[in-house]
């Protein structure tokens, strides 16, 4: 089975992406970290990324289409994928099609996380973790027992993500309204799109996508 998981940054989409991984024994295809591990393990694909990115541009369709291509060729015929930040437009949609077929496989669903946006800058913006040993917080859904204090290690000192501002989160969510949400009337025309409450509980959330998938 091979998916898409569509949504803005803080939808929940890494969350259930490691739910099917551990679940289902899928394979999450993030670009991103692709990207990474092929610069640090300097493969060709690698090698051609770095270049680019060393010269300050922006990596090409063609490489990131390269790098799902190997990705695939690797995988067992018999594991799903999960593209996690991919296609993330019109043409990326094309390539992956192309790619999939390419490999025999195909598409088999597109489940896009829906949000409010309000409610998603609250949660994110409310964000701080240990700084010891990485626990996650909110300011207003579940602060330390004992305030100040870790209830896991008992540190005392926490930590925000610098990004986790109202600003940057209302940039990336007009971002993918802008670039991505625009990809999904292509696959709404082939009948493979769910639409699911990413706001809704996480485990909610699991067993909407696990009812999709069976």
């Given at each position: 089975m091979n998916i898409i998981l569509l949504g803005p940054p803080g939808a929940g989409k890494g969350t259930q992406s490691q739910r099917l991984v551990d679940r289902r024994g899928m394979r999450q295809l993030s670009t991103g970290d692709m990207l990474r591990a092929a610069v640090k393990a300097?493969?060709?694909?690698?090698?051609?990324?770095k270049a680019?990115?060393?010269?300050?541009?922006?990596v090409s369709d063609e490489i990131v289409s390269a790098l799902i291509s190997a990705e695939l060729e690797a995988m067992?015929?018999?594991?799903?994928?999960?593209?996690?930040?991919?296609?993330?437009?019109?043409?990326?949609?094309a390539a992956l099609d192309e790619i999939l077929a390419k490999h025999g496989r195909s598409l088999d669903h597109v489940i896009e996380l829906e949000v409010n946006e309000d409610a998603l800058v609250e949660r994110i913006v409310?964000?701080?973790s240990c700084a010891n040993c990485g626990k996650g917080y909110h300011d207003i859904f579940e602060?330390?027992?004992?305030?100040?204090?870790?209830?896991?290690?008992?540190?005392?000192?926490?930590?925000?993500?610098?990004?986790?501002?109202?600003e940057t989160v209302r940039t990336r969510m007009?971002?993918?309204?802008?670039?991505?949400?625009?990809?999904?009337?292509?696959?709404?025309a082939q009948g493979i799109v769910s639409r699911v409450d990413?706001?809704?509980?996480?485990?909610a959330v699991t067993d909407r996508i696990e009812a999709i998938l069976s």
């Open positions: 300097q493969t060709p694909i690698g090698q051609r990324a680019v990115m060393d010269a300050g541009e922006l067992d015929e018999d594991t799903g994928a999960i593209f996690d930040g991919y296609p993330r437009t019109a043409v990326q949609a409310g964000r701080f602060r330390p027992k004992v305030e100040g204090v870790c209830d896991v290690c008992g540190a005392t000192e926490f930590k925000r993500r610098p990004d986790d501002n109202e007009a971002e993918y309204r802008a670039k991505t949400a625009p990809i999904l009337p292509i696959y709404d990413g706001m809704a509980d996480i485990e």
